[in-house]
């Protein structure tokens, strides 16, 4: 059992908990990444768990995530249990866990992330845990999400165009309304050309 000498258990996920979701899919925006995590055995302070393929996303780091902690009775805490540590060229988030973690119990994170500035499909996004051996695995869609992680939906457009007299020779002025299905803010640089004048 487990008291043999030297008998070390291997740690892993429980598999139907670790999920992650997101709460927008508009492109360039800041977008919450939440995740909840639950391991079989204590992960001690210091390691880390360690999202990969993070495509296209940026951290800013000007928001604290949210964070906390179920335990086994089912009983949400807010906690700051680790570190957020950003590597942008290797597109990954590490979460450096500031004491040691519980046995089965859920450690919630909300991390908020920039959209990519142009659609794209949902990545694959594995977990992992940097500090003990532990298999990388990867993250489902949580139930209550409705789109998966740095999913970027791809903007569409409509327009109306008008003006105001057909007579030769009279100035016109030509009026155009402008529809978009996502928001379209200054970081984007968006531009909207008229063509056919």
């Given at each position: 059992g487990d008291a043999a000498p030297l008998k070390?258990?291997?740690g892993e996920f429980i598999l139907t908990r670790p999920c992650i979701g997101q709460s927008?899919?508009?492109?360039?925006?800041r977008?919450?990444?939440?995740?909840?995590?639950?391991?079989?055995?204590?992960?001690?302070a210091g390691a880390a768990f360690v999202l990969s393929g993070m495509a296209g996303a940026n951290y800013t780091g000007d928001t604290p995530p949210d964070m906390g902690v179920v335990d086994?009775?089912?009983?949400?805490?807010?906690?700051?249990?680790?570190?957020?540590?950003?590597?942008?060229?290797?597109?990954?988030?590490?979460?450096?866990?500031l004491a040691d973690t519980q046995a089965?119990?859920?450690y919630?994170?909300?991390?908020?992330?920039?959209?990519?500035?142009?659609?794209?499909?949902?990545?694959?996004?594995?977990?992992?845990?940097?500090?003990?051996?532990?298999?990388?695995?990867?993250?489902?869609?949580?139930?209550?999400?409705?789109a998966p992680p740095l999913f970027v939906v791809?903007?569409?457009?409509?327009a109306l165009a008008c003006q105001s007299t057909a007579l030769p020779g009279v100035i016109n002025v030509v009026s155009v309304t402008l529809a978009t299905s996502v928001p379209l803010l200054p970081t984007l640089k968006a531009r909207v050309g008229l063509t056919g004048l």
């Amino acid at each position: 059992g487990d008291a043999a000498p030297l008998k070390v258990r291997s740690g892993e996920f429980i598999l139907t908990r670790p999920c992650i979701g997101q709460s927008t899919s508009f492109l360039g925006v800041r977008n919450t990444i939440r995740l909840t995590l639950a391991t079989s055995i204590p992960v001690p302070a210091g390691a880390a768990f360690v999202l990969s393929g993070m495509a296209g996303a940026n951290y800013t780091g000007d928001t604290p995530p949210d964070m906390g902690v179920v335990d086994c009775g089912g009983t949400y805490t807010p906690q700051a249990w680790a570190r957020v540590v950003w590597n942008g060229a290797a597109q990954t988030l590490r979460l450096v866990v500031l004491a040691d973690t519980q046995a089965l119990w859920q450690y919630v994170a909300a991390v908020e992330l920039v959209n990519p500035p142009l659609p794209q499909a949902s990545p694959d996004i594995y977990v992992g845990v940097d500090g003990i051996a532990f298999p990388r695995v990867p993250l489902s869609t949580c139930a209550n999400k409705t789109a998966p992680p740095l999913f970027v939906v791809r903007p569409r457009m409509t327009a109306l165009a008008c003006q105001s007299t057909a007579l030769p020779g009279v100035i016109n002025v030509v009026s155009v309304t402008l529809a978009t299905s996502v928001p379209l803010l200054p970081t984007l640089k968006a531009r909207v050309g008229l063509t056919g004048l």
